[in-house]
């Protein structure tokens, strides 16, 4: 079982920048698949990015093209945190953004039903 605590949402004006932390428990956080998902009020929830690990001690990256050059996605394993790094924000990325997690071991992991375990969420509101 895998817990998973979101923090450092909030309130931004457009142009700024808010960083999210996710804080998992559980032994194995290095083998997850980490994944961020937004839902915007009245739509469904989409994939935002995601780290997975692809051997070795080498992890990629995966964006949507809405965020693309604009988040980073990061984890440090020693610690079982997963950040996203939002900068540029639109109103467009207004949102309550998900941490996720789960077993993915090839693609994109673009799809919320490859994530077993789901963090309660955090509101971030960009004002224009």
């Known amino acids: 079982q895998v817990q998973l605590v979101e923090s450092g949402g909030g309130l931004v004006q457009a142009g700024g920048s808010l960083s999210l932390s996710c804080a998992a428990s559980?032994?194995?956080?290095?083998?997850?698949?980490m994944g961020w998902f937004r839902q915007a009020a009245g739509k469904e929830r989409e994939f935002v990015a995601t780290t997975r690990w692809i051997g070795g001690s080498t992890y990629v990256a995966h964006y949507a093209d809405s965020v693309k050059a604009r988040f980073t996605i990061s984890r440090n394993n020693a610690k079982n945190t997963v950040h996203l790094q939002m900068n540029s924000l639109k109103p467009e990325d207004t949102a309550v953004y998900y941490c996720?997690?789960?077993?993915?071991?090839?693609?994109?992991?673009?799809?919320?039903?490859?994530?077993?375990?789901w963090g309660q969420g955090t509101q971030v509101t960009v004002s224009s």
């Open positions: 996720a997690a789960g077993s993915c071991s090839g693609g994109g992991c673009y799809e919320d039903s490859v994530y077993d375990y």
């Open positions: 559980g032994r194995t956080f290095s083998s997850y698949a």
